[in-house]
């Protein structure tokens, strides 16, 4: 049976992905601002769309309205944004958020599934990294998104709003914007080295990171749509180095060019590594590994 499902964020890297897997069964709601997401990410689907900002409560209830479930996947999501401009992050991560919980509340709405990130971690060496750690959030962007984490816990304890928070580590694929201050490691990497420049590593490029593909984050939300409320990372539990990412996609692409290092950036992290036990009660086994993920995206990037 098909139902109506609203994705905040649809037209984004990984919003438009789940947009693209939602629609083909239900009745799809996408609300984005165009900020940052694109209108060519939806092209072809079967989608509704309103043009939206988070901060518009009455808007976010009205399109609520029906909705079995809302994936909300809105955000500035940038650490690097975050520390140069605050209160942006936490108009955008946490009132935002907070609007769309209420708006889900008010509505009926009876499932929120909500992006969080691997940031909440902080620089902690302890690995893997479990769901039931301390957090040590240690930028605006990651205080955030655990704000949101607890906002959602507290919906509900006190409303029986059923929450959850999937703890994205370092999502990549098709549709991910490389020339976006927001875009993650891999889709620069495989852009610069498409066009024959020197990719940028920031630091020593030892930090190692744990590196998941959108298909497989996709899964993982739909899973969560029918969860046990509560947080869950995601990830495919392993970990590589920067280093050696950029040895394997100039492999695959048949290219040497040494990238250029440059000063580390303020709140990254150094390691990177998930326990996904939690995630897998749920059903979440990652399929995809990353030579096959990496081979699909150059392909998508060649394509554009």
């Known amino acids: 049976m098909s139902e109506k499902i609203v994705i905040t964020g649809g037209a984004g890297f990984i919003g438009s992905n789940l947009a693209e897997c939602l629609s083909?069964?239900?009745?799809?709601?996408?609300i984005d601002d165009l900020s940052t997401g694109k209108m060519e990410n939806l092209a072809g689907m079967d989608v509704r769309f309103l043009n939206g900002d988070l901060a518009d409560l009455a808007l976010l209830k009205e399109a609520f309205a029906g909705a079995a479930c809302v994936f909300h996947q809105a955000a500035i999501a940038s650490v690097?944004?975050?520390?140069?401009?605050?209160?942006?992050?936490n108009a955008v991560g946490i009132d935002g958020t907070l609007n769309v919980l209420?708006?889900?509340?008010?509505?009926?709405?009876?499932?929120?599934?909500?992006?969080?990130?691997a940031a909440v971690y902080g620089s902690s060496p302890k690995l893997p990294k479990k769901e039931d750690m301390l957090a040590e959030p240690m930028s605006p962007y990651a205080v955030s998104k655990l704000t949101a984490e607890h906002y959602a816990r507290v919906f509900l304890e006190l409303y029986g709003l059923k929450t959850v928070s999937l703890r994205y580590f370092n999502v990549f694929g098709p549709k991910q914007d490389p020339s976006s201050e927001y875009s993650g490691v891999i889709s620069r990497f495989i852009s610069a080295l498409l066009r024959?420049?020197?990719?940028?590593?920031?630091?020593?490029?030892e930090q190692t990171r744990d590196f998941v593909y959108v298909s497989d984050v996709v899964s993982a939300n739909i899973l969560a749509s029918n969860a046990a409320p509560g947080v869950y990372n995601i990830a495919s539990a392993k970990s590589i180095s920067l280093n050696t990412l950029i040895a394997v996609i100039s492999r695959i692409l048949r290219k040497e060019v040494m990238p250029r290092h440059e000063p580390a950036r303020a709140g990254d992290i150094k390691h990177s590594l998930a326990d996904?036990?939690?995630?897998?009660?749920?059903?979440?086994?990652?399929?995809y590994n990353l030579a096959d993920a990496l081979l699909e995206t150059i392909e998508w990037y060649k394509g554009q």
């Open 24 to 30: 083909r069964d239900n009745d799809v709601l996408v």
């Open 80 to 89: 690097k944004k975050s520390v140069e401009d605050p209160l942006r992050t």
């Open 102 to 117: 209420i708006a889900a509340r008010d509505a009926g709405v009876e499932r929120v599934v909500q992006a969080s990130s």
């Open 196 to 205: 024959d420049e020197q990719p940028v590593i920031y630091g020593d490029g």
């Open 276 to 287: 996904i036990s939690r995630a897998k009660c749920m059903g979440y086994i990652p399929k």
